[in-house]
Structure formats: structure tokens, C-alpha cells
């Protein structure tokens, strides 16, 4: 089984920037593509960024492309996430996961990740 922890979060002022990572124990994470999500407080989970296992493909979600960026450090065990330019809009809780699939382009939907972590609280004061 693989164990997610992310961690990072935390309070940020809007157009501040944080960094989430996502460290992996029980297994490598370097044969999984690799995701993150969030969940703002009363609404559900929703996509936010990916990377493929090889780590030579991202995608990102449209609220947040541009300012975010994803990426890997296999050797690390790690996943992060740099968050630029926050805007209130961003806060919610972060969450990262492992997708059980390595092809496709079905990578948004949340039921492709089998493992997840406890999640990262981030707040973006106005």
C-alpha cells in the first residue's frame, strides 16, 4: 500500500505563492502518474494538476493553469505542487493522489486515483 502525506499548506496573502509537497513511503510512487486535487469548504473535489509516471507530461485544470505547476522527484519519493499568483478562490484543502492507470487522458476524474493523502489545508486572505 501506498502512504500520501502532503504538507506546505498553510496561510498565504492573495498573489503570494506557497508549495505543497507530497512525500510517499510503503512503495516508489515512480510507476504512477501522479495527481492533485482540492476540495473547497461546501463544494465537491475537483481537479486541479497532473503529471504522468515518467514525469514528461503535465495538465492542469483552468482555474489554475498558469499559475500552478506540478512536478516529481522519483528519487525523492516526492510530488509537489508550486502555487503562484493565490487568489481566495484557492483555498480549500489539497490533497494528492496516485492514478492507477498510466495511459489515457481521463486523468481529471478522481475515481482513476487509488491512494490518497489526509490533505493540506491552504487559506488565501483577500
Known amino acids: 500500500q501506498v502512504q500520501l502525506v502532503e504538507s506546505g499548506g498553510g496561510l498565504a496573502q492573495a498573489g503570494g505563492s506557497l508549495r505543497l509537497s507530497c512525500a510517499a513511503s510503503?512503495?516508489?510512487?515512480?510507476?504512477?502518474?501522479m495527481g492533485w486535487f482540492r476540495q473547497a469548504p461546501g463544494k465537491e473535489r475537483e481537479f486541479a494538476a497532473a503529471i504522468n509516471w515518467s514525469g514528461d507530461t503535465t495538465d492542469y485544470a483552468d482555474s489554475v493553469k498558469g499559475r500552478f505547476t506540478i512536478s516529481r522527484d522519483d528519487a525523492k519519493n516526492t510530488v509537489y505542487l508550486q502555487m503562484n499568483s493565490l487568489r481566495p478562490e484557492d483555498t480549500a484543502v489539497y490533497y494528492c493522489?496516485?492514478?492507477?492507470?498510466?495511459?489515457?487522458?481521463?486523468?481529471?476524474?478522481?475515481?482513476?486515483?487509488?491512494?490518497w493523502g489526509q490533505g493540506t489545508q491552504v487559506t488565501v486572505s483577500s
Open positions: 493522489a496516485t492514478r492507477h492507470l498510466r495511459y489515457g487522458t481521463t486523468y481529471y476524474l478522481s475515481v482513476q486515483y487509488a491512494y
Open positions: 510503503g512503495r516508489t510512487i515512480s510507476n504512477y502518474p
